[in-house]
């Protein structure tokens, strides 16, 4: 069963940071690019950061350029979305996605047709 959870959502305060972790079981990871998105209460999902099978590329939304890092451990079959500087507009359930589709692909821009199946979510809340 093709599989991807993500796990590190919780609630912090304006100016923290997390970690989001999205682990997959059930196919063989680092065949797969993985994107990370969000979807903010009253709002449509966004893309947010992807990365490329072994990491060396990487996409992200200039919403959150300079502030979210995407990295990836194939060894660990996890992909992690560091999260800097949290503020109360970043709140909003993450989702992790994966692709079977190389650099340059309509994932890479985040067009989610292009994603194959997704995570359920984690949430985060960031209060003010």
């Known amino acids: 069963q093709l599989r991807l959870v993500e796990s590190g959502g919780e609630l912090v305060r304006a100016g923290e940071s997390l970690r989001l972790s999205c682990t997959g079981s059930g196919f063989t990871f680092d065949r797969y690019g993985i994107g990370w998105f969000r979807r903010a209460p009253g709002k449509e999902r966004e893309g947010l950061a992807c990365t490329t099978k072994t990491g060396l590329n990487k996409n992200y939304a200039d919403s959150i350029l300079g502030r979210f890092t995407i990295s990836r451990d194939n060894a660990k079959n996890t992909v992690y979305l560091q999260l800097n500087n949290l503020q109360p507009e970043d709140a909003g359930i993450y989702y992790c996605?994966?692709?079977?589709?190389?650099?340059?692909?309509?994932?890479?821009?985040?067009?989610?047709?292009?994603?194959?199946?997704w995570g359920q979510g984690t949430q985060v809340t960031v209060s003010s």
């Open positions: 996605a994966a692709a079977n589709e190389g650099y340059g692909g309509a994932w890479y821009y985040f067009k989610e047709h292009d994603y194959s199946f």
